[in-house]
């Protein structure tokens, strides 16, 4: 029913989304511009709000997402050193870069918590926070050698106008790493009640959390490549759907994925329209509302 | 069967198992008593492959439980540790059915769903099954995992402390019930233990451990006995019969 009324919003948002904007509305428009757009911010939102929800399992947190781990600055670093070092290579092997330094990433992040004794909710993904830093600062050094500072700047501003068809594709890389998610959300619910849990109901726990790794990282640098970085979607919309229906990823999975695509695309449509006709980046639409929203997460869990 | 060869663990220089030996009697409550360090927790989680041993082996029902897979032992033998704490939001009903995950992963059967009602029904959890267990007091809490455990249905259920954190009533209800499970089911209990009193009311068989190797391991009746306890737990501790059941003061 919830899963219904979602579909039915996201399906209405989507058709919004094809038609606002400023040129005169015709077909070769709609198929080179507005239907790729509105497909990449569908997938882009399903993405990184499935992906927080992985990460908040694996780590047993709530406060961890791609924006407070690092993940996002390690796909840019990734892009990065593919920049710097072979520029003239095609897209699949930017993919490959961006996916291998998210990867590692990742890995090395959740290395840290699990020697962190002190596992505080709010600690956790502070030490993601400084990671991230460090991972920024070193790209940000390298960026200012190469004189390439305002490329990277506009890699981590999330912005969907520049999308059009043949230049969008590698986002769908996103979808198989979706389907797993969805086929396997019960595991990742037995991982998200921990390690020793895990192994008393007989679950792999380390195979799951490389199954989890993989999602997050292939969905993240596929939409950090098409669109750029996109904050806070993977913290409130899993935190939100858990706080009104529970942590049953069976159940809430569907509602998180739909309910990150409708967020996404209202955010997108409120971009294109507050400075009409410009369009202010979705990455500070997302970041001004995501801000706020997660800001009353946390006084009302005190 | 659950058979432990001299098994022995330790972290670092420290030496919290040596050469333990043990055979838990079907159908009955074993209690692992000791002093804190003595080994018993670390035995319990070696016994449940969560921790790995250094030496030694554990065999369950004949068979090494390296050689068992994931899902099959899982199906055999469950344990419930004192900080498996959840911090998902699920509802009572949905933290039992995934009692049944080693059995039917995604989608429950007829039967999982009647093993899981029957669960919830022997812990008395009705009136709560779709209250959330991050609302519930500790001894609801504690009755939720425990009807997790009850509906994996496994031959051997360990528990760890089961009793930290519970006032008196619900310590002595979760005794019961582990006495119940026991005697109407038949299962095979280990459990560890702080107070010598319930250990001394309701199991059958008593391990004493003493850094790190097993001090006495007899009938509850022949080790909770002055000489015997003083020897364990290094205090004047004093027995007396209260309605035919051994009463230990340690009050001196």
């Known amino acids: 029913m919830r899963t219904l009324i979602l579909t039915l919003v996201l399906l209405v948002c989507a058709v919004v989304s094809l038609f606002v904007g400023v040129a005169d509305i015709s077909m070769a428009l709609i198929s080179i511009s507005r239907i790729p757009r509105t497909v990449a911010l569908i997938l882009a939102g399903v993405g990184m709000s499935i992906s927080g929800v992985i990460m908040q399992q694996m780590t047993q947190n709530k406060f ?3 924006t407070t781990a690092g993940t996002l600055e390690a796909a840019k670093m990734g892009l990065l050193i593919f920049l710097i070092f072979i520029p003239t290579a095609g897209a699949a092997l930017k993919m490959l870069f961006a996916f291998l330094f998210t990867f590692i990433a990742s890995l090395i992040f959740l290395a840290i918590v699990r020697k962190i004794r002190y596992r505080n909710v709010v600690f956790v993904p502070l030490v993601g926070l400084m990671f991230g830093g460090i991972i920024g600062s070193i790209s940000t050094f ?7 500072v305002q490329d990277t700047n506009a890699w981590m501003m999330g912005d969907f106008s520049g999308i059009l068809q043949g230049r969008y594709e590698l986002i769908y890389l996103s979808l198989p790493a979706i389907i797993i998610t969805y086929l396997y959300a019960n595991k990742f619910t037995v991982v998200g009640m921990g390690e020793d849990f895990s192994r008393n109901l007989g679950l792999n726990y380390r195979a799951i959390m490389n199954i989890g790794l993989f999602c997050v990282s292939l ?15 993977g913290l409130i919309v899993p935190n939100v759907v858990s706080l009104l229906f529970g942590d049953n990823l069976k159940k809430t999975l569907p509602l998180v994925a739909l309910s990150g695509a409708i967020f996404l695309l209202l955010c997108d449509i409120v971009g294109r329209i507050v400075i009409y006709p410009y369009e202010v980046p979705i990455g500070v639409t997302v970041s001004i509302i995501g801000a706020i929203i997660f800001l009353i997460l946390i006084i009302r869990k005190r | 069967m659950i058979e432990v060869k001299d098994i022995s663990k330790h972290y670092g220089r420290k030496v919290v198992l040596d050469g333990v030996d043990l055979q838990f009697p079907i159908g009955k409550i074993t209690s692992l008593i000791g002093s804190n360090g003595a080994g018993k927790s670390t035995l319990l989680s070696i016994v449940s492959r969560l921790l790995a ?4 082996v554990v065999m369950v029902d004949g068979k090494n439980v390296t050689d068992y897979k994931n899902k099959v032992l899982a199906q055999r033998l469950s344990i419930l540790k004192q900080s498996n704490h959840v911090r998902l939001k699920l509802t009572v009903r949905e933290l039992v059915s995934f009692g049944r995950f080693p059995y039917s992963q995604d989608k429950l059967t007829d039967e999982d769903n009647e093993k899981v ?5 022997f812990l008395d959890l009705e009136d709560i099954k779709d209250a959330y267990i991050d609302e519930l007091s500790g001894g609801q809490k504690q009755r939720a995992y425990m009807a997790m455990v009850v509906a994996q249905d496994t031959d051997y259920v360990l528990l760890d402390e089961p009793l930290n954190n519970l006032d008196m009533k619900h310590s002595v209800q979760t005794m019961k019930t582990l006495r119940r499970l026991a005697d109407e089911w038949k299962k095979t209990i280990i459990i560890v233990l702080h107070d010598i009193n319930f250990a001394s009311h309701y199991s059958d068989y008593i391990v004493a451990l003493k850094d790190g190797k097993v001090k006495y391991c007899d009938t509850t009746d022949n080790i909770i006995n002055e000489k015997v306890l003083e020897d364990v ?3 004047k501790i004093s027995v007396t019969e209260f309605n035919s059941k051994k009463v230990c003061n340690y009050f001196m």
């Open chain 1, 142 to 148: 390298f960026a200012v050698r190469m004189n390439i």
């Open chain 1, 64 to 66: 961890v997402a791609p």
């Open chain 2, 233 to 235: 737990f290094d205090i």
């Open chain 2, 117 to 121: 009602d029957r669960a919830i029904h």
């Open chain 2, 53 to 56: 041993q250094d030496g030694g």
């Open chain 1, 219 to 233: 969905t993240v640098s596929a939409v950090v490549i098409t669109a750029g970085a996109i904050p806070f979607l």
